[in-house]
């Protein structure tokens, strides 16, 4: 036994005790809150924590790097879940606008709630406690603790299918269609508008899985109750366009909030660039999500993960963080705006011939400080 005050624990030999002390190189620094700190110092604050807020602190560090790169890559973003209902559309329209992203992939309920918006109707702050077939007599829709108007959906639904009127019969890309309707809007506080301003593809590879697929099929059932030809939405189409933008670009990044559909889309288009000869990955990728990687599903797959399928690069710069969107977007967009980190970039221009991307070049104008 042991005499009082004696080591229970057994000697560690120097090559043991040189390996400990390299491990306790790097103190958790434990953060600061004052009246002048910012949600930008805040997250460079986060970079010297631990757990998920070290990891918000790794993610802004992947940005910064991202939007430094002189190769210019191409940064897509990945949308999935409820985020125009959570108060999120200002911020997404303004990392288009202030020319953080080049192309943006998502669902199609995140354009249709911004359309939605664009049209005049609002989302209201709801209660998860609410009395859903009340709600159902009323034509009230909820999303979580969040309201909106059936009526209004409905003539939004209408409205989406009136426009695909417009344009010519046949096969057409979400993007082509997305941009269609972005012609059509006039608040400059729409995602889908902004993105038709600047030139920045907008693709929504399940764009059937939303209200405006509803639109587009009350579209088809009258011009097939009409005996002319619907316009139809081609999720190839999506492919090959979006696998071009990936092609003739030098260097691409992927953003991806959530997961879901957009994800793995923006992945496929990595895998798909062999159909060209060649082989791509991401340089770089950043994931906010609450989704788990113990089920094996895609949404809550690891960036490492995907290096095995060559969808990240081997040495690619990447970081997760496990953190609900409507939390981790705002904290990690006001980093980018609070720094700049994307105040003269210039922006990429799309010159597409159909489905054909003819060229894809750095135009001479660059991202103004907003």
């Known amino acids: 036994m042991a005499e009082s005050g004696d080591s229970v624990y057994r000697p560690l030999s120097p090559a043991e005790r040189k390996k400990k002390q390299s491990l306790f190189e790097t103190p958790v620094r434990h953060a600061a809150i004052t009246p002048e700190l910012t949600v930008a110092d805040l997250v460079e604050q986060m970079q010297g924590m631990s757990v998920q807020a070290r990891n918000i602190g790794l993610c802004a560090n992947v940005l910064k790097r991202m939007l430094a790169d002189p190769d210019r890559p191409t940064v897509l973003l990945g949308l999935a879940g409820p985020l125009v209902a959570a108060g999120l559309r200002k911020v997404i329209r303004d990392l288009v606008a202030g020319g953080v992203v080049d192309v943006v992939v998502s669902t199609g309920a995140i354009f249709y709630q911004d359309i939605y918006q664009a049209r005049g109707f609002r989302h209201y702050q709801g209660s998860i406690d609410a009395d859903d077939t009340e709600l159902r007599d009323l034509y009230i829709d909820r999303i979580y603790d969040t309201y909106v108007d059936e009526e209004k959906f409905w003539d939004t639904d209408i409205w989406c299918g009136r426009l695909a009127d417009k344009l010519k019969p046949g096969v057409h890309s979400s993007r082509d269609y997305l941009d269609h309707i972005g012609s059509q809007l006039e608040d400059d506080e729409s995602i889908v508008r902004t993105c038709h301003k600047l030139g920045v593809p907008m693709f929504a590879p399940a764009i059937n899985d939303s209200s405006i697929g509803i639109g587009l099929t009350e579209h088809h059932h009258r011009r097939v109750k009409e005996g002319l030809a619907p316009l139809s939405i081609d999720s190839i189409r999506d492919n090959y366009e979006l696998t071009q933008i990936v092609v003739k670009s030098k260097k691409t990044a992927a953003i991806y909030i959530a997961g879901g559909v957009p994800k793995n889309y923006i992945n496929d288009s990595i895998v798909m660039s062999y159909i060209f000869g060649l082989e791509r990955g991401h340089t770089y990728a950043i994931q906010v999500t609450t989704a788990v990687t113990q089920d094996g599903g895609l949404s809550g797959s690891t960036l490492s993960e995907a290096r ?62 907003k």
């Open 308 to 369: 095995s399928w060559g969808k990240i690069k081997k040495d690619a710069d990447f970081a997760m963080a496990w953190v609900e969107p409507s939390v981790s977007l705002p904290l990690l967009a006001s980093y980018v705006t609070g720094r700049g980190l994307a105040k003269g970039r210039p922006r990429l221009k799309f010159t597409w011939d159909g489905e054909i991307l003819k060229d894809l070049s750095v135009a001479k104008e660059k991202v103004r400080a």
